[in-house]
């Protein structure tokens, strides 16, 4: 024990450094769990629309929205959602897939929701990008 006592004496910077990075990840692991939402993959979403019936809100602009979408997604985008969030699904304990071109604007978009007490948010991972390359299906409007 005395060796290690003094290895660490001589090495203190490197226990520095270890409190650190256990201190980021932790941090990092608290900020996700806490932020209200879950992030899933187009094969988990798939999974998420077709076995639980979720909710499919697309946060896109309304260009973006006419180039593609997951079927039956409804469109409201990112400006307009905090005005219209409490009136989107019949049941706020209905699983919610929100999704937008990369998954940036949906992460905002969770965010909102969370807030106005929907209990299960989820974001599509990648967005309708990764939805498109993981080749599931889109209709166009």
């Not at 996700?32 to 697309?58: C, H, M, Q, Y």
Request: aromatic residues 8%; contains cysteine; charged residues 25%.
């Amino acid at each position: 024990m005395e060796e290690f006592t003094d290895f660490a004496i001589r090495n203190y910077h490197l226990f520095i450094a270890l409190a650190v990075i256990l201190g980021m990840i932790l941090w990092t692991e608290i900020r996700r769990a806490s932020k209200g939402f879950k992030e899933i993959t187009p094969a988990e979403a798939v999974t998420l629309i077709n076995r639980e019936g979720a909710f499919v809100l697309d946060v896109r602009e309304a260009n973006e929205f006419g180039q593609g979408s997951i079927i039956n997604a409804k469109h409201v985008a990112l400006s307009a959602l905090k005005e219209k969030a409490d009136g989107l699904a019949k049941n706020k304990d209905q699983p919610v897939l929100v999704f937008c071109k990369t998954g940036l604007r949906s992460s905002q978009a969770c965010k909102i929701l969370a807030k106005h007490s929907y209990s299960q948010v989820f974001g599509l991972k990648g967005g309708i990008t990764a939805w498109v390359n993981d080749q599931l299906p889109v209709v166009k409007k």
